[in-house]
């Protein structure tokens, strides 16, 4: 089944830095690559997704890069602001109709003023 | 903005106790699914639940554990007898057709 490996553990940056945080991916099925932003004790929040037809996106400060043939994809946050710091999970399915997400392990941003 | 509900945020139970999870999927959603994440740990696949039956089940979901859409609204997870290992934040998330599955608030589920 798939596996997603996600690096760094954990990440600290100063404000208005940039951030990225990998993942790779084992299964060349997989074709969908959501990330997931959870702050302490709440629900994972969708912050971007990409599929596998793309092979960039952008949303604000927020973007994802996705490299199909090294099956590995990538968040980078630029300006970061301290309201960044929290978990973020990447994951991966397959559009193959009931697409259950497998995550990452997760990164802990922690952004100091 | 519609979310997805789920109840109780905290269950505690003692070891050998039936729990029931509950949740309410966004209306118009068609597919829905049950998460957990261990204190600290990814969050995992437990089941996903459509047209009114399981299609994907992970080794997590043993014979302990059960789904129903009991009604056109609620979802719910239920553990027959809890296991102190059982302890985790369970999430329910929904989706309709395209990709994004939206995620509840989760029941955090401590079992003594």
């Known amino acids: 089944g798939e596996n997603v490996e996600q690096h760094p553990s954990t990440l600290s940056v100063q404000e208005g830095d940039s951030a990225v945080i990998k993942c790779t991916y084992s299964d060349s099925a997989s074709n969908y690559f959501p990330w997931y932003k959870q702050e302490l004790g709440k629900r994972p929040q969708l912050i971007i997704d990409?599929?596998?037809?793309?092979g960039e996106k952008k949303d604000q400060r927020i973007a994802v890069t996705l490299n199909k043939t090294a099956k590995h994809f990538s968040l980078h946050i630029t300006e970061t602001q301290p309201e960044d710091s929290a978990v973020y999970f990447c994951?991966?399915?397959?559009?193959?109709?009931?697409?259950?997400?497998?995550f990452g392990t997760g990164t802990r941003l922690l952004v100091s003023p | 903005e519609p979310e997805v509900t789920q109840t109780p945020s905290h269950q505690v139970t003692q070891m050998g106790q039936e729990v029931i999870l509950r949740c309410v999927p966004i209306?118009?959603?068609?597919?829905f699914y049950w998460y957990r994440q261990i204190l600290g740990q990814k969050v995992e696949f437990l089941v996903s639940f459509y047209n009114n039956e399981i299609s994907e089940k992970s080794e997590i979901f043993d014979d302990q554990f059960s789904v129903e859409r009991p009604d056109g609204s609620n979802f719910t997870l239920k553990i027959r007898s809890t296991k102190l290992e059982d302890s985790a934040m369970y999430f329910c998330?929904?989706?309709?057709?395209?990709?994004?599955?939206?995620f509840g608030p989760g029941t955090r589920l401590t079992v003594l």
């Open positions: 990409i599929r596998s037809n793309v």
């Open positions: 994951a991966a399915s397959m559009n193959t109709g009931f697409q259950k997400l497998v």
């Open positions: 998330a929904s989706r309709v057709v395209a990709d994004t599955q939206y």
């Open positions: 209306s118009n959603h068609l597919y």
